[in-house]
């Protein structure tokens, strides 16, 4: 007999892993939707209204709405720990989708590279072993570091974004967009269990106007990202992977939710923590090849060592 805990993680885990599927689908749309558009500055919502006119991007934004339908459903049945880690592998799916779109194979580094980054948070989950089901913001928490965290690291990525160019400006927006996700992810949880209340509630309540606040800036973010960077999938594993992340530490530092923090647990977390940015780095460097790769294509120069397997994901 499935316990009412069990019957709780049989609706939200196959819902989190759909909407990882709808919201890979809606990366990659949206991405392949911002070639087509004119380069805008950051945060201009000027970008939006070209992109309005792409039917591609306008099935990004109804795979959108299905994934964070989906994630909220997620929420309501599962603590943030477990279901935002479970949405990073809508990488995999953005892959295989925009490989399709563009009419190329999978390339195998960049495949490896997102399965090291999805095999680093796995081993965090493991070693973590999040529990709880909060349903809002515990009052014995301290939230005022985090936030003051997030914000400066949020900050901080977004000068680098416009002082710089190329990939660091693209790392720069992604960085950004990864936290803006987290905390509309934490923010999304308290809506849901205020909603348990009464579907009036969270209109009372100022989490719901702050989540439409954050969560268009974030998307507006990862427009500019994804039409920043000539490759989807290093921006897209640095959002994915700060996404669960950020929803991690707020699901602590904020909603009263446990996580192991043994001297062992820690070190396991950390030792994760790395191996999900070698899966990172190992992206950015082979985008970094492939771009090189084409530049000499586009140039007349043959490429040295070519791959017959190489694509643009």
């Known amino acids: ?3 009412a805990s069990g019957t709780s993680l049989l609706l939200a885990v196959p819902a989190a892993v759909v909407g990882a599927a709808c919201m890979g689908l809606a ?3 949206q991405a392949r939707a911002t070639k087509e558009v004119e380069v805008s500055r950051i945060l201009d919502p000027g970008l939006l209204r070209g992109l309005a006119h792409r039917p591609l991007w306008l099935i990004g934004m109804v795979a959108t709405g299905a994934g964070l339908a989906l994630q909220l ?3 309501a049945f599962a603590p943030l720990l477990v279901v935002q880690p479970l949405l990073i592998t809508s990488l995999v799916f953005a892959n295989v ?4 779109l563009e009419r190329r194979p999978l390339d195998r580094v960049m495949v490896a590279g997102s399965f090291i980054c999805i095999a680093g948070l796995a081993a965090f989950l493991v070693v973590a072993r999040p529990s709880g089901d909060s ?5 014995t928490t301290k939230p005022l570091p985090l936030a003051f965290a997030l914000a400066t690291v949020t900050v901080v990525a977004l000068v680098v974004a416009v002082l710089f160019h190329g990939s660091v400006r693209v790392l720069g927006l ?3 967009t990864g936290i803006l ?3 509309t992810a934490g923010l999304m949880k308290a809506v849901a269990g205020e909603a348990r209340e009464g579907l009036a509630e969270p209109f009372q309540n100022w989490t719901l106007y702050l989540v439409c606040i954050i969560g268009p800036l974030g998307f507006l973010l990862s427009q500019n990202t994804f039409q920043q960077g000539q490759f989807l999938t290093p921006a897209l594993a640095v959002i994915t992977a700060l996404d669960p992340l950020v929803g991690v530490g707020i699901g602590v530092w904020w909603m009263g939710e446990t996580a192991n923090t043994t001297t062992w647990a820690l070190a396991g977390e950390a030792v994760a923590g790395a191996v999900i940015l070698v899966g990172i780095m190992l992206l950015a460097s082979r985008a970094e090849h492939l771009a090189r790769a084409q530049a000499g294509l586009d140039s007349g120069v043959p ?3 070519p791959e017959t397997s190489e694509g643009t994901v």
């Open 27 to 29: 990366s990659a749309a």
């Open 1 to 3: 007999m499935v316990s």
């Open 174 to 176: 992604a960085v950004a």
């Open 135 to 139: 349903v809002g913001f515990s009052g």
């Open 73 to 75: 459903v997620a929420l």
């Open 97 to 100: 989708i925009y490989s399709r």
């Open 181 to 183: 996700y987290g905390v």
């Open 303 to 305: 490429r040295t060592a």
